[in-house]
Structures are given as C-alpha cells and as structure tokens.
C-alpha cells in the first residue's frame, strides 16, 4: 500500500477564515512533507518533517502553519491567507534515508 | 544553484515511442526521478534512478541518465493514450529528500 491520503479534496476560505488540511499515511513512513504547487508549475517545497520534528522550512510565511501530532499524521493550519495562496497543496511522505517519495492526491485551495 | 529544465511540450502518435528531456545543474544530485501527474490529480512516481548509474527499465520506461553532460531522459515504449499527462523530472539531494522540480512537459498522445 503507497498511498497517502488528504483531505479535503477542496476547500474554498474567505482571507478572514481558519482552516487545516490534513494529510494520513500508514506506511510506516517517518518523513512527511508539504508542498504547494500554483496552475501550470511545478511543486515547490514548503515543509518537511522528520520524525514528526520539523527539519526544513522553506521560508513559508507564518499564515501556514504545519503541524506532526504523530508519525502518521500531517495539518496544515492556515489563516488571514491572500488570494494568491489559492494553488495545489500537495503532501508527500517517505522513510527517511529511502528516496521513494511519495505523494497524496492534493487539496484544492481557492482564497476569495 | 540548483535548477532543472525541461522542454514544455511533447505530441506523439498512439504506438510510437516518447521520449520526455531533462537537464539538471546541481552536480550533487543524488537521485534523479520522473513523475507523472494527470490533471486534477497528485503526483505519481513512475521511476528513479542514482546518479552513478546509467540506464534503468522497468516495463516500458527506460531512464537513460548522462551525468557529465547532466542530461536525464524518460522514454515511454508503446505511448498510450493513457500516457497523456505532465512528466516532471526531479532531482534530491541532501539528508531530506528535497525535490527539486522542472517545469514539467505536458505529453499529448493522439490517435
């Protein structure tokens, strides 16, 4: 089983709103990843854990805020989000020291 | 820096053999990947391959990999109209796995 799920599929918020994505995994998998990917580019690195720790922030702005409560799970917690952060929020997770990454079908992110 | 490129755009007839580019800059690479995502979907990982190797098949993927010139190709034997997707070539290196994407080429498979 490689698969990663997420949820929601879309998700329409308002620049005021709170939200969270969530990303489960039960491969065992101990590397967990965000990325987000804008219309016709590609995906870009936003966080990484490792160990439910977190090793790489890409300079995200505050307004997204990751979160690991454990090895299976992933949010990713937003607020006073801009328009232009409407994009493909894509999770991915793998073993760390494997180089098999492996990646959810995306949220759908519109911000009105 | 690191960087990677990919030309945009492939159109191939149903039967012929695809073949997807890519050039990468960063010599520390340490693996070099081919994905593929149809639209409205994630990414799917089709095949990868370490950077002191050469070639790799598995089915109808072959990975021919150049490391001096820094030049990655993908070659689909036999392109389905199911092949029709964007193929992003992608390079890790570092303790992290972090992917570095191209720009992905948008694969067109007519009858």
């Known amino acids: 089983d490689t698969e990663v799920t997420q949820t929601p599929k879309h998700l329409v918020m308002g620049m005021t709103n709170k939200k969270s994505l969530k990303c489960e995994q039960h491969m065992g998998h101990r590397a967990m990843y965000w990325y987000k990917q804008k219309a016709k580019k590609p995906p870009e690195l936003m966080f990484v854990?490792?160990?439910?720790?977190?090793?790489i922030n890409e300079s995200v702005p505050s307004r997204f805020s990751p979160e690991c409560p454990n090895s299976s799970l992933l949010n990713l917690h937003l607020h006073a989000l801009q328009p232009e952060d409407s994009a493909l929020y894509l999770c991915?997770?793998?073993?760390?020291?494997?180089?098999?990454?492996?990646f959810g079908p995306g949220t759908r992110l519109t911000v009105t | 820096g690191e960087d990677v490129e990919q030309s945009l755009f492939l159109s191939v007839r149903e039967g012929d053999s695809s073949v997807i580019n890519c050039t990468y800059t960063?010599?520390?690479?340490?693996?070099l990947y081919w994905y593929k995502q149809e639209p409205g979907a994630g990414l799917q990982l089709l095949t990868y391959i370490f950077s002191n190797m050469d070639m790799k098949q598995d089915q109808r993927l072959t990975v021919l990999l150049n490391k001096k010139d820094k030049h990655l190709s993908l070659r689909i034997a036999d392109t389905q109209t199911g092949d029709s997707a964007i193929y992003f070539c992608a390079e890790s290196s570092g303790g992290y796995n972090k992917l570095i994407f191209g720009a992905g080429t948008r694969l067109a498979v007519h009858p």
């Open positions: 854990y490792s160990y439910e720790k977190l090793s």
């Open positions: 991915a997770s793998s073993q760390p020291g494997s180089y098999e990454q492996y």
């Open positions: 960063d010599s520390s690479s340490t693996y």
